[in-house]
């Protein structure tokens, strides 16, 4: 089995189980990010558009009062089943699933209107490789919006970030900063825009339940918490409670 293909199934039997918490998940479900991805999708109406790494598939539920069809895309089977019974819930007959892994897209090419991904790249092992399939199927005169968490330009707060987040969930490749984001995104081939970044707060026994961290990293998380220095502790925001805030951003990109 390859490197990929390891991580791939991490990232599938860590999600596949908690399909449910995700589709529920408050921090998932909301945010100005989400309502910003909703303007675009209404403001262009494209014909097809693609969630790419779904996830509960909040982006898709977002795309599809203004697209024709949508396309609901994720590894995990169970992520992909539980966007399918809750759009059906819904009422959105015009969000179809299918599974399979970033980095190599089973779509022709220049085959979307607008191509949308949120709290997904940081958990991809081929970014770059993502980000050139994103662009593939990405007709002309077509839209890519990208949402994700964002690393810190500080390589301390960075660090202790990284960690944090690999504790929590050991499918987690990286958050990427904003500057590795624009970078990744001309390699791929897309102009990037402007990005409108905020923070993103976590209350920390939500935070850890929706992975369903065990008992012995979660106590790992807390040990870091208390030993953060200063500076960690104020970009993080750090509660009493060990609830804390990261940076989070969206940028649209356009085909370059």
Known sequence: MTSTANQQALVASQFGPRAEAYVTSAVHAQGEDLNRIAGWAAARRPARALDLGCGGGHVAFALSP???????????????????????????????????????????????????????????????????????????????????????????????????????????QRDYSQDEWRAALERAGFKPGSPYRHRLRLEFSSWLARMATPPVQAEAIRALFAQAPVEVRAYLALEADNSFSIDSMVMEACPA
Not at 89 to 108: D, H, M
Not at 151 to 158: F, N, S
């Open 66 to 172: 203004h697209a024709d069809e949508v396309v609901a895309y994720d590894l995990s089977p169970d992520m992909l089943a539980a966007v399918k019974a809750t759009a059906k819930t819904k009422g959105l007959a015009n969000i179809v699933t299918r599974q399979g892994a970033v980095e190599s897209l089973p779509f022709e090419d220049a085959s979307f209107d607008m191509v949308a991904s949120r709290y997904s790249a940081h958990h991809w092992r081929g970014f770059d490789a993502a980000l050139t399939e994103a662009r593939r199927v990405l007709k002309p005169g077509g839209v890519a919006v990208f949402a994700d968490i964002t690393a810190p330009a500080d390589k301390l707060c960075d660090t202790w970030l990284q960690s944090v987040e690999l504790l929590r969930d050991p499918s987690h």
